[in-house]
């Protein structure tokens, strides 16, 4: 649940944090199940919550396998709710790597480019 802490951390603190590496979020909440209200809920929260797009930079990644196998089909609304509030390609990123699973393993092949992105001046 590293993700949806770091992306809480940053819409309730936006005054300590100015940027978040949600690395594979995981919007289903506690657990997968059918009718399952945490997502809205969640989305609810974010919408309401972003953080101003003019000083700051959210990260986001999935992949396809594992847990993550869940997160794709939830991508359009991430995409949304931060670009709607004026986030772009220079401070907003939600990136899939295919083929890639919810594991310590996999977000370490990764980690330097959500690095990157958020301390690139």
């Not at 919550?49 to 986001?60: E, M, R």
Request: charged share 20%; glycine share 6%.
């Amino acid at each position: 649940m590293g993700g949806l802490m770091s992306m809480y951390a940053i819409s309730e603190y936006p005054t300590i944090f100015e940027g978040a590496a949600c690395i594979s979020t995981h919007w289903v909440g506690a657990m997968v199940q059918e009718n399952n209200p945490f997502p809205s809920a969640i989305f609810r929260y974010v919408a309401a919550n972003v953080p101003d797009a003019k000083t700051h930079k959210i990260y986001f990644d999935y992949g396809d396998q594992t847990l993550d196998r869940h997160y794709p089909k939830y991508a359009p609304t991430v995409d949304s709710v931060y670009t709607k509030s004026g986030y772009s390609v220079e401070n907003f990123r939600n990136l899939f790597f295919p083929g890639t699973d919810h594991s310590e393993k996999s977000w370490q092949k990764r980690i330097h480019i959500p690095l990157g992105f958020l301390l690139k001046k």
